[in-house]
């Protein structure tokens, strides 16, 4: 699959792997958003933000909700959007040396940057500090 992505009047080919990503639009309510869109993005870790775009009528005032569309989206791993996936400590192993198995072989080639997703996802598997309730 091919997508393309727009910098300065200019597109650029992707390709590889993509997520789905849950978006929800509030239209500008005069219909022409003449100062473009808001974009809002819920911080976080692991809270979802198209509800921050369906309740933006209680938290925006008139004027702005004439002059933007506002545009909410759930982060990856949360709400509508794609989950993440958590892995046996055997199966992040098998990634770690799939990965520096790679980077011999690809002269240049940087592997790829793990972060703190094994804490993440044991503690997720644990039911610790990653699992958040969503907010009402």
Known sequence: MRHRRRTRGSTTALSGRTVPIALKRLPASDGEAEL????LNPGGPGEPGTSMAADAA???????????????????????????TCWSPEELEQARDDEQAASR????RRGRDLGDRPR????????GPSRRRRRR
């Open 105 to 108: 072989t690809a002269a240049g």
């Open 58 to 84: 209680s938290v925006y005032t008139p004027e702005m909700l004439a002059a933007y569309d506002i545009i909410g989206f759930d982060p990856r791993g949360t709400g509508e959007s794609a989950g993440l």
């Open 36 to 39: 473009g869109s808001l974009f």
């Open 120 to 127: 993440r996802c044991a503690d997720r598997r644990a039911g």
